[in-house]
């Protein structure tokens, strides 16, 4: 259970502590004050950055150096430093890795961009996949950091062999190396999908009010069983490009509804309710020993109309603890009413 949060130079936050209760927390203000943020904040310590902020910089309020946020809870304090080209990470007071941060309190986060994943860019899809696993397993996060430094040496290698300063067997020792750390990420992917595809169909139903059949489709960029051959064959291509053409970092995935893209054949609505369906997988997923992952609903109920808040509702297993924000409260659920904790930042924006 997450008991508070102090946020200390962090956007429209000069220092503010704010404490929760182990159910149903609502965090309500207009745009500006503050209520993503918190949300934001939290979800730090479960995907190891700001959603919506990149580089994490950025989230620093405006004028201030350095910005930090702490978490409190009944089994370990953690906390983040940010400034310029430097993050420092604590756990329990001791400084650790920054990656350490991905799963330290596992969450899913409901919000607007989220319900609109399929027609996002496919490395927000991918993302989607890829933290997901990542807080389940720890080991992923380094595979994923590893990958993209062997990605980025390969790159600045195919830039040297297009100006004539090395020659191609420089790459046989990075193909080998990115088809190791390929298989891992294409095989944990693989097998995030096979547990979504055993539960997506009836709860998309329940949602949509449709029956049918939904999967979740991988779209690979190469056939990973010969991606070392598939990288000889791109290479030319990829001399010329400067840039790796094919691997994990290529991938997309699509939802389907009856074999037909629901990016294409469903209504918006529909779409969303199928983005929603994929969340609520994540909650049995990352769900471990009986302990249930964080909930951050994010304005996600102002995107659906009341019928479709209800049915939202209706399939959330709620878990041990839940963070909503909204604009209003009469956006939230009556579900969500009862002995929730209210944090009101509706006083204007918070100093």
């Not at 400034?83 to 799963?103: E, F």
């Not at 990542?134 to 994923?144: E, G, M, N, R």
Request: positive net charge.
């Amino acid at each position: 259970m997450i008991q508070k949060i102090r946020l200390q130079n962090i956007r429209c936050f000069k220092d503010r502590i704010f404490e929760f209760n182990k159910n149903i927390n609502l965090i309500i203000g207009q745009n500006g004050t503050g209520k993503t943020t918190i949300l934001e904040a939290i979800g730090f310590f479960a995907f190891g950055s700001f959603v919506s902020s990149t580089p994490d910089l950025s989230a620093v309020s405006d004028g201030q150096e350095v910005g930090r946020i702490e978490i409190f809870s009944k089994q370990k304090d953690a906390s983040v430093a940010i400034s310029t080209g430097k993050r420092v990470t604590k756990i329990a007071k001791k400084v650790v890795k920054n990656s350490r941060l991905v799963g330290f309190k596992k969450a899913v986060l409901f919000n607007p961009q989220t319900v609109e994943i399929t027609n996002a860019s496919p490395q927000i899809r991918r993302k989607e996949i890829d933290i997901a696993i990542a807080q389940k397993d720890p080991a992923f996060v380094s595979v994923l950091l590893e990958y993209r430094k062997v990605l980025k040496n390969r790159n600045s290698l195919l830039k040297m062999i297009s100006r004539g300063q090395t020659g191609e067997n420089v790459l046989e020792f990075w193909d080998e190396k990115l088809f190791e750390l390929s298989q891992h990420i294409y095989e944990s992917r693989m097998a995030f999908i096979g547990y979504t595809n055993e539960r997506i169909s009836p709860i998309y139903s329940k949602l949509s009010l449709r029956d049918g059949k939904s999967v979740l489709s991988y779209k690979p960029s190469c056939d990973y069983e010969r991606y070392q051959e598939a990288l000889v064959n791109v290479r030319e291509y990829d001399i010329t490009s400067g840039s790796t053409s094919i691997g994990p970092h290529r991938d997309d995935f699509s939802i389907l509804f009856n074999t037909r893209d629901i990016k294409d054949h469903a209504s918006r609505g529909e779409q969303r309710l199928a983005a929603l369906a994929l969340k609520l997988i994540q909650i049995d997923y990352l769900s471990e020993n009986n302990h249930k992952p964080t909930l951050l609903l994010d304005d996600v109920f102002s995107e659906l109309d009341r019928n479709r808040r209800e049915a939202l509702v209706s399939n959330i297993d709620f878990g041990e603890q839940v963070f909503i924000s909204a604009t209003d409260r009469a956006m939230i659920p009556v579900a969500f009413l009862g002995g929730s904790n209210l944090i009101d930042l509706n006083g204007g924006l918070v100093e």
